[in-house]
């Protein structure tokens, strides 16, 4: 393997002249600029930015590939909100259609994975009218009291920005709740892009991007790590994944409290935004790789592969992508309502660490805020 410094003065030797610079300042580990993200967005050939993030992966993580073993918990699909891009979730004049599970159905999900080493549960959902802070903080109690070591994971900014205000609380008061009832960290979703124009567009009606942000900061400020998405591949601009980013970037310098940061595939099936073509899969690896280019303070980009498939999703590995997610377990329908490949998202610990393999790395089992469990060999019997 070509060490990452060689590796950028080959790449730079063969960049257009108007990319010279980034190669240089990524060579000398700089920021580069919203601009010459933008750049990379028009004129960076998938073989060159894949070429550059691939060296910042390995300069970071050499030839490790992290994922953990999770499952989810989605309590609930119906929502009061409408979002278009949304396959998943039902209204709650129709909520006949969709499902409402309650504490011990939840926790029933829990104690099917008592013999399973798995690590962390991820609790994300519709937003219910009827299920509020307190609902959820009798669940997190109770998981936690049933199997006191598993990383509690759950609701997006734009459920809790609901539940506290439903519970007139501040964002602060009403994270310090859930985290008292044992809430370690949230997941990443509901951001989409931050940007009014397409916000406007996509998902008027719930928490803004200033919203989301100030969630996520807030957490951070508690000492809790978060993760951050960005729906990518419909009616947005290059600008606007450039500007989503660059939020991001900025709200990293402050507290440092994100864990990754996930791209995440528009699908179009079923939903209201089914005319809008989705993106290639060189269009993917693009905007995985630029990520990696631009987020000089994330050290995780993690490719969440129900959404994009498994097969894309090993490609990613060599395209600045050093995380996989986890098992998963069959425990989500977010994608595969949406029309993903997967539809049916599971994937033994065997089968990830072969996929890991085949692609000439190293599996890495993390816990939820990237500690090493267990770095796998290439003949070892995987439990
Ligand atoms: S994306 Fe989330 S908030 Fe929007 S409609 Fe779907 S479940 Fe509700």
């Known amino acids: 393997m070509q060490s990452p410094d060689a590796s950028f003065d080959v790449l730079l030797e063969s960049a257009l002249p108007e990319l010279r610079p980034i190669v240089e300042k990524v060579a000398r580990q700089e920021r580069i600029t919203e ?8 004129k960076g050939s998938l073989g060159f ?6 060296g910042i992966r ?3 993580h050499g030839n490790k590939v992290y994922f953990n073993r999770n499952f989810h918990i989605e309590p609930t699909n119906v929502c ?17 259609d969709g499902w409402e599970l309650g504490l011990e159905q939840m926790l029933d999900i829990v104690r099917s994975f008592d013999n399973k080493p798995v690590t962390e549960v991820h609790i994300v959902g519709g937003v219910h009218p009827k299920m509020n802070l307190e609902f959820f903080c009798e669940l997190l109690q ?3 009291a049933h199997r006191p070591e598993l990383h509690l994971k759950g609701f997006t900014a734009v459920e809790l920005d609901y539940m506290f205000r439903k519970a007139h609380l501040t964002r602060e008061e009403g994270l310090r709740k859930l985290r008292d009832a044992g809430l370690q960290s949230l997941p990443g979703g509901g951001a989409e892009i931050f940007h009014p124009e397409v916000r406007e567009q996509i998902c008027a009606d719930k928490v803004d991007g200033a919203g989301w942000l100030d969630i996520h900061g807030t957490a951070h400020k508690l000492g809790m790590h978060t993760n951050a998405t960005m729906l990518y591949g419909h009616i947005e601009t290059y600008a606007h994944r450039v500007d ?3 939020r991001l970037r900025d709200l990293q310098d402050e507290t440092g409290g994100f864990n990754c940061f996930i791209p995440l595939k528009f699908r179009n099936g079923d939903n209201d935004m089914s005319h809008v073509p989705e993106s290639t899969t060189v269009e993917d690896l693009r905007t995985y790789a ?5 987020l000089d303070n994330f050290r995780n980009v993690k490719a969440y592969w129900p959404m994009l498939g498994r097969q894309t999703a090993q490609l990613s590995l060599d395209f600045g992508v050093n995380d996989l997610d986890g ?5 989500t329908k977010i994608y595969s309502m949406a029309g993903a490949e997967e539809q049916s998202p599971s994937l033994s610990t065997e089968q990830l660490c072969d996929l890991i393999f085949a692609a000439g790395k190293v599996p890495v089992e993390r816990d939820t805020v990237y500690n090493e469990l267990h770095v796998f060999e290439p003949d070892e019997v995987v439990a």
Request: with cysteine; charged share 25%; net charge neutral.
């Open 327 to 331: 098992t998963i377990d069959d425990t």
């Open 244 to 246: 989503h980013m660059a």
């Open 290 to 294: 630029i990520a990696r280019i631009f």
């Open 35 to 42: 601009a010459e993200g933008l750049l990379l967005f028009e």
């Open 58 to 60: 390995q300069r970071l």
């Open 142 to 144: 109770k998981i936690h």
């Open 49 to 54: 930015v894949g070429a550059l993030a691939d």
């Open 80 to 96: 009061i909100y409408t979002c278009n891009f949304c396959s998943y979730s039902r209204q709650y004049k129709h909520r006949d």
